[in-house]
Structure formats: structure tokens, C-alpha cells
């Protein structure tokens, strides 16, 4: 929670792919956009229905 002071981020060694959880979802920052849409493809039901991507 934001009102905890702590974020957490995860991300591999070289800073390519970081992975920042909070209430409510996630941020993904991947290494180029092919990497980024592999990974919305496997992903489909976690993604949002709003046609903005919101």
C-alpha cells in the first residue's frame, strides 16, 4: 500500500524486465516491445476490458 511507504520492485540483473506489484495490479516494463507483446498475448484474461487499456 502506498500509505506503507515501501515499494517493491523485482527485476532481473540488468534492469531489461522490472516488475512492480500493488494493491489493485501491476506494472510490467520489459525489454522491447516484441518481449511486451509475447507476454499480453499469453496474458489476455488478466488484461483490462476497457477498450483504452485502462
Do not use: C, K, N, T
Amino acid at each position: 500500500m502506498a500509505d506503507d511507504g515501501i515499494a517493491l520492485f523485482v527485476a532481473d540483473a540488468g534492469l531489461q524486465r522490472i516488475h512492480h506489484p500493488y494493491d489493485g495490479g501491476a506494472d510490467v516494463i520489459l525489454a522491447d516491445p516484441a518481449e511486451r507483446d509475447r507476454l499480453r498475448e499469453r496474458h489476455v484474461p488478466w488484461l483490462s476490458a476497457h477498450p483504452g487499456g485502462f
